[in-house]
């Protein structure tokens, strides 16, 4: 299987920039095709798809929201951080099955 | 508005079955691959299985193969899951959700159900 490695926590003031990353143990891009998607979840609610395919902005997910990244390495970037987007954030690729998630990124305030 | 709407979930003992349903709409249900992810307390995501369009193949996570079954209904609009030999490692909420066609991922999922495992 293919392990996704993220940071548990990471401690952000409002307004400033939020990087998150996650590390694949191999390789989720094939060609083109960066097959790392993200989501966000806030507490006791479900997961919502914020960007799919390393760099593509989910329908109705605000523009300080990107993600880049291929290969083994990407990047959630949040800017400016909004106190809406304090959740918890999680990696998953969809290069072979099964589909993994990462452990998933709890974005704090500092 | 696309809606996913699961029921069935709730406290279990240990051997026992249970059968989790999800009703789908705002879409059409029958050109879309669907799934059941699952998110233990405390803990992260969890593919569990998927199912084709037809319904004719189906995937499932090593851990559960031959104890969960995933099926769907194209008239009802409907998305199941049984779960049988139920262990307390299966307790979780279960998501239902709707994958994307090509690149596999969800793109859309309901408020998940509860089941517990215990005696």
């Known amino acids: 299987d293919i392990v996704l490695t993220q940071s548990p926590a990471l401690a952000v003031s409002l307004g400033q920039r939020a990087t998150i990353s996650c590390r694949a143990s191999q390789s989720v891009s094939i060609s083109r095709y960066n097959l790392m998607h993200w989501y966000q979840q806030k507490p006791g609610q479900q997961p919502k798809l914020l960007i799919y395919r390393a760099s593509n902005l989910a329908s109705g997910i605000p523009a300080r929201f990107s993600g880049s990244g291929s290969g083994t390495d990407f990047t959630l970037t949040i800017n400016p951080v909004q106190a809406d987007d304090i959740a918890t954030y999680y990696c998953?690729?969809?290069?072979?099955?099964?589909?993994?998630f990462g452990a998933g990124t709890k974005l704090e305030l500092k | 508005e696309v809606q996913l709407v699961e029921s069935g979930g709730g406290l279990v003992q240990p051997g026992r079955s249970l059968k989790l349903s999800c009703a789908a709409s705002?879409?059409?249900?029958?050109?879309?691959?669907m799934a059941w992810v699952r998110q233990a307390p405390t803990k992260g995501l969890e593919w569990v299985a998927s199912i084709s369009t037809g319904g004719g193949n189906t995937y499932y996570r090593d851990s559960v193969k031959g104890r969960f079954t995933i099926s769907r209904d194209n008239a009802k609009n409907t998305l199941y899951l049984q779960i049988d030999s139920l262990r307390s490692e299966d307790t979780a909420t279960y998501y239902c959700?709707?994958?994307?066609?090509?690149?596999?991922?969800?793109?859309?999922w309901g408020q998940g159900v509860m089941v517990t495992v215990s005696s």
């Open positions: 959700a709707k994958q994307d066609l090509y690149d596999y991922y969800f793109d859309y």
């Open positions: 998953q690729q969809s290069r072979e099955s099964p589909r993994t």
């Open positions: 705002g879409f059409t249900y029958s050109n879309y691959v």
